[in-house]
């Protein structure tokens, strides 16, 4: 029997980059400004230090995101968008938009 082969599909190759749970917000609170690290945990509620470490990670090998070190004392790490991750601005745009034209219910609530 023949192994069928789905089609490429662009939209799954986008997600596979930026999708999940922590991602796309991670990239909302760069998408404007560099960030510092625990500035992001800050402002990403919810995420721990270890999974936001593992989704920066994955967005560097990407190439979507670049990190920094600057050589002060203490030593402090910025993460900021490649010229590759800035191509990600008007989908992130179109996501802020439709977001906020759609917000959904609390859930919970009936």
Same mark, same amino acid.
């Given at each position: 029997?023949?192994?069928? =082969?789905?089609?490429?599909? $662009?939209?799954?190759?986008?997600?596979?980059?930026?999708? @999940?749970?922590?991602? $796309?917000?991670?990239? *909302? /609170?760069?998408? %404007?400004?560099?960030?510092?690290?625990?500035? &992001?945990?800050? &402002?990403?509620?919810?995420?721990? +230090?270890?999974?936001?470490?593992? +989704?920066?990670?994955?967005?560097?090998? %990407? @190439?979507?995101?670049?990190?920094?070190?600057?050589?002060?004392?203490?030593? /402090?790490?910025? *993460?900021?968008?490649?010229? =590759? @991750?800035?191509?990600?601005?008007?989908?992130? %745009?179109?996501?802020?938009?439709? @977001?906020?034209?759609?917000?959904?219910?609390?859930?919970?609530?009936?």
């Amino acid at each position: 029997m023949a192994e069928s =082969k789905a089609p490429w599909c $662009p939209v799954t190759a986008t997600v596979e980059v930026i999708g @999940g749970r922590w991602k $796309p917000t991670i990239l *909302y /609170h760069l998408k %404007d400004r560099p960030r510092r690290f625990n500035e &992001l945990r800050r &402002l990403v509620p919810g995420i721990t +230090q270890r999974m936001l470490t593992l +989704q920066l990670r994955a967005l560097e090998e %990407d @190439g979507i995101v670049s990190r920094a070190v600057h050589n002060t004392v203490p030593p /402090h790490v910025e *993460y900021s968008f490649t010229k =590759k @991750g800035c191509t990600l601005g008007p989908i992130l %745009d179109a996501m802020e938009e439709w @977001g906020d034209a759609h917000r959904p219910r609390k859930r919970g609530r009936t």
